[in-house]
């Protein structure tokens, strides 16, 4: 029976050995490529042992996870990555999903998840757990609200709200009145449906407006 090829790409040396340490455990895998990122990665490919599994972190130097995600489905789209991260914020995931993860694990799932993750993802199935899957409906009920309702000006005053700057201090920036600074901030808060500048600012970061 052909073992399952993996590749495991960190740039956490002492992560990549401890997944390589527990998947050795089992005989139906054969780790065939281990990159501490990206750039190496596709090196790597190029010598032609191919892994039907990548196990890839996000936030590395030289080639980002997203990057290789893209990069994978150009040009190596059989190969299935499973994003695994220590970020659990809700853009994150989102971003990994649309650029062709077909799962997506917190660095501290267990074996047993890790396991079932690359036993579904195998079985031409996406894997995510409740926790993932609700961070993944919030942030897409989020969306609903379309960034684009926002004009460039509002987003120009949004940018300096965000910064501290004082109803007086964005006036004078853009050489308008006060008054229309805050009809301005009035008209976002209506159409991100929030009720104070707070709650503007943090649904504007939800948004990736910021």
Known sequence: MSRIKIAIVDDHQLFRDGIH?????????EIVISSENGKDFFEALKKGNLPEILLLDLTMPEMNGFEVLIRLKKKYPRIKA????????????MQSIRGGAFGYLLKNADEEELLLAIDTVLNGNKYFNQEISQKMINIMSLEGVSPKKLSPKEME??????DGQTTKEIAQKLFISTRTVETHRNNMMKKLEVKNTPELINKAAQLSLL
């Open 21 to 29: 340490s527990l998947l050795s455990k089992h005989d139906e895998f």
């Open 157 to 162: 005053i949004l940018k300096l709200i965000a």
């Open 82 to 93: 499973i994003a695994i991260s220590m970020h659990d914020d809700g853009n994150y995931i």
